[in-house]
């Protein structure tokens, strides 16, 4: 069974620019949350979508958006980028109704200069 | 606000000793707990999670200890071997989640395990 996809892997980008993430999940998994992990601030939720909707939102300005499409693999974009962005960005599927156990993809090192 | 805390950034153990993780939090509301292990370049690995109704649970050489009055679990690894060495993180979720989101996840604490 193959677990969670994210490309790319890496990506350096420009302040004021702006960048889309992907994800796809574990299949059959309809649930998907996004995090960002920064040195010294661990993980921080994202968001979650489930079935083409978002679910849930964490502490993040506008400028981090996302969605998920009907087979349940799901985009981030962040606009006007900053250095601040600079991150790992983790994408997380899980199944409906399970305990909220994780299950985590490679990730996407985003570098901003 | 870091509700989530693990206060040891990293743990040296020799192999075959225990390692002790440990995690406190400071949301009452919180009621399930997991672990989970981080090797470099990769996505954070599930390991080991408890329910508040529970204080101890057991997988193997992995326990989790949560003491609710004070607010505190751990991760015990007995014995220790050089491939747990890795970066850990404690994770919280609460009654509002559905499926994995909004988890609110410590700082992580760094393993070295000596051979």
């Known amino acids: 069974k193959a677990g969670v996809t994210q490309t790319p892997r890496y990506l350096i980008k420009t302040r004021g620019q702006q960048v889309t993430l992907s994800c796809s999940p574990i299949s059959g998994h309809r649930s998907v949350s996004w995090y960002q992990q920064t040195p010294g601030q661990g993980l921080q939720f994202l968001f979650e979508?489930?079935?083409?909707?978002?679910?849930n939102k964490g502490n993040f300005p506008g400028r981090f958006s996302g969605r998920q499409f009907s087979n349940s693999r799901s985009e981030m974009n962040v606009s006007t980028l900053e250095l601040g962005d600079s991150a790992l960005y983790l994408c997380?599927?899980?199944?409906?109704?399970?305990?909220?156990?994780?299950?985590f993809g490679q990730g996407t090192r985003l570098t901003v200069v | 606000d870091q509700q989530v805390k693990q206060n040891s950034p990293s743990l040296s153990v020799q192999e075959g000793r225990i390692s002790i993780l440990n995690c406190d939090y400071t949301?009452?509301?919180?009621?399930?707990f997991l672990w989970y292990k981080k090797y470099p370049a990769e996505g954070p690995t599930f390991l080991i999670s408890?329910?508040?109704?529970?204080d101890k649970n057991e997988d193997g050489r992995f326990t989790v200890f949560l003491n609710k009055s004070a607010k505190h679990l751990s991760l015990h690894i007995v014995p220790s071997q050089p491939g747990d060495s890795a970066v850990y993180f404690c994770?919280?979720?609460?009654?509002?989640?559905?499926?994995?989101?909004?988890?609110?996840f410590g700082t992580g604490t760094r393993l070295t395990v000596i051979p």
């Open positions: 979508y489930f079935s083409e909707t978002q679910r």
């Open positions: 997380a599927s899980s199944f409906q109704g399970a305990a909220p156990e994780a299950f």
């Open positions: 949301n009452s509301m919180f009621d399930y």
């Open positions: 994770a919280a979720s609460g009654p509002w989640a559905t499926g994995a989101n909004n988890l609110f």
């Open positions: 408890i329910s508040s109704i529970k």
